[in-house]
């Protein structure tokens, strides 16, 4: 079976990996374009150090990137992580089709934070889903999902590299394998049972201290390593990334404790002893 390889980063070049090492077919690999003074994407830098044809276009919605995916002649185009959008014509060239992977239980937690969101906002589960993707955002029919525990100390980081991530390889080499019996599952979103949100950004990183205490340590491992949360202490601004919850009461915000551990803060319920 001819299959285009399209995505960018380590999962992208993860998903490469594990198909050459299978000895499938790829016949192409796209990613997003190398940006002036960035090193290149880890999946380009597979697909040259193996000699697969590699390209790069800025944008999916030119007659010229069209022609391009038609030119492939492959049987189905895996989606491994990919920000640009691509158009229907050039999702539905291949034979059979584009399939994607997309962490989370999709319809909910849509977006590009998917991961994050649902640490934050107190889930104790999530997982991550292979779908046909259309033009909306996150959207289209689910091919099949997975799904996992979020511990009650994990971190994104946790989360994503030690689940998801891997979880996701399979799960991309799983559906090849059903294309590739003409098992074609399609089964629709219930977009009203679902929620999409957009970036987690700093300012969702922010640590308020007279919050609960489960919800200030929810967003600190939300936003571990990225964004990374962060609080005010004693007139400056504090990265926080590892932490830990403890017992205690005092006034939400005051620093309780300073040691070779790292600092105590007193939250609403409790304390966190922020380690980095």
């Not at 993860?14 to 003074?37: F, H, I």
């Not at 919800?215 to 571990?224: F, L, S």
């Not at 609080?231 to 926080?240: N, P, R």
Request: glycine fraction near 10%; charged fraction near 25%; aromatic fraction near 8%.
């Amino acid at each position: 079976m001819r299959i285009v390889v399209h995505g960018q980063q380590a999962f992208g070049r993860a998903v490469l990996e594990r198909l050459l090492e299978r000895g499938e077919d790829v016949v192409a690999v796209c990613t997003a374009p190398t940006k002036e003074g960035k090193p290149e994407d880890p999946l380009a830098e597979l697909a040259r150090e193996k000699g697969l044809p590699l390209h790069q276009p800025a944008s999916w919605k030119t007659p010229e990137a069209l022609e391009l995916m038609k030119s492939f002649d492959a049987d189905v185009c895996m989606m491994a992580y990919v920000l640009l959008f691509v158009p229907e014509e050039v999702r539905d060239a291949p034979k059979f089709g584009t399939f994607q992977y997309h962490p989370s239980l999709c319809p909910l937690h849509r977006g590009p934070s998917s991961i994050n969101w649902p640490i934050a906002m107190g889930s104790t589960r999530t997982g991550l889903t292979i779908f046909w993707p259309d033009d909306g955002l996150d959207e289209g029919p689910i091919m099949m999902q997975k799904s996992c525990d979020i511990g009650p100390d994990e971190t994104l980081g946790d989360v994503y590299f030690k689940k998801l991530f891997p979880m996701g390889v399979d799960a991309m080499m799983e559906g090849l394998d059903l294309v590739k019996a003409g098992i074609i599952i399609k089964h629709d979103q219930r977009l009203d049972q679902g929620s999409y949100e957009s970036w987690f950004r700093k300012a969702d990183a922010a640590i308020d201290w007279a919050k609960p205490v489960e919800q200030t340590y929810a967003t600190i491992r939300a936003a571990n390593p990225a964004p990374g949360a962060w609080t005010t202490l004693k007139g400056e601004t504090v990265q926080v990334y590892d932490s830990a919850r403890t017992d205690g009461e005092g006034t939400p915000g005051e620093v309780v404790a300073i040691s070779d551990e790292g600092v105590v803060v007193q939250g609403a319920g409790g304390r966190i002893l922020l380690k980095r």
